[in-house]
């Protein structure tokens, strides 16, 4: 995979390593009942349970090596040193959508620690993108999949 540095919290490096942890023993041990179990049907060629069971244990094990690669990977920031001059990973955006009149909140995390329902936002997503590097006052055009829209940053905090 990659050798990019993953920028965390420390909480959301926590939830990562429990995530890892729970794959690498419940999970898997719950995978090797499965797989046991459809072996004791008998004819493994027409087997659905074994071919499911065998399909979800590869589907675990790159959840796996995609977990371990980012946790290796991560650096944990110290949220007190975030700069708030301009938008940087761990910023927290209040911004006003021109178009709509509407104000959302944002804050700008690491793809793994990302959750719409939060309000955190990839800093690899367009709007995350589009953000990064302006300041309070910017108005910035972005392209969703919607079409574009355009934001005025009116508060950078962290």
Same mark, same amino acid.
């Given at each position: 995979?990659?050798?990019? !540095? ?5 909480e959301?490096? %926590? ?5 890892? %942890?729970? $794959?690498? =023993? /419940? ?7 499965? &797989? /046991?179990? $459809?072996?004791? %049907?008998? #004819?493994?060629?027409?087997? $659905? ?7 979800? %244990?590869?589907?675990?094990?790159? +959840? ?5 690669? =980012?946790?290796?990977? /991560? +650096? ?11 938008? +940087? ?13 509407? *104000? ?14 939060q ?16 300041? @309070?006052? #910017? =108005?910035? *055009?972005?392209? @969703? !999949? $919607?079409?574009? &829209? ?9």
């Open positions: 995979m990659s050798d990019k !540095p993953v920028y965390l919290t420390a959301g490096l %926590q939830r990562l390593k429990d995530e890892l %942890q729970e $794959a690498r =023993t /419940a999970e898997r041990k719950k995978i090797v009942a499965a &797989i /046991a179990e $459809a072996r004791a %049907q008998g #004819d493994l060629s027409e087997n $659905a349970e074994y071919d499911a069971a065998k399909d979800a %244990q590869g589907h675990l094990e790159a +959840r796996i090596a995609k977990l371990e690669t =980012t946790v290796g990977n /991560a +650096r944990v920031i110290d949220e007190s040193s975030v700069d708030n001059s301009s938008v +940087r990973i761990l910023s927290k955006v209040r911004v006003m959508n021109r178009k709509v009149k509407k *104000e959302s909140h944002y804050t700008i995390v690491a793809a793994a620690e990302a959750s719409f329902e309000g955190k936002i990839s800093v690899d997503s367009p709007i995350g993108r589009g953000l990064l590097g302006k300041a @309070v006052g #910017d =108005t910035v *055009e972005i392209k @969703v !999949p $919607a079409g574009k &829209i355009k934001l005025e940053i009116l508060e950078i905090s962290r």
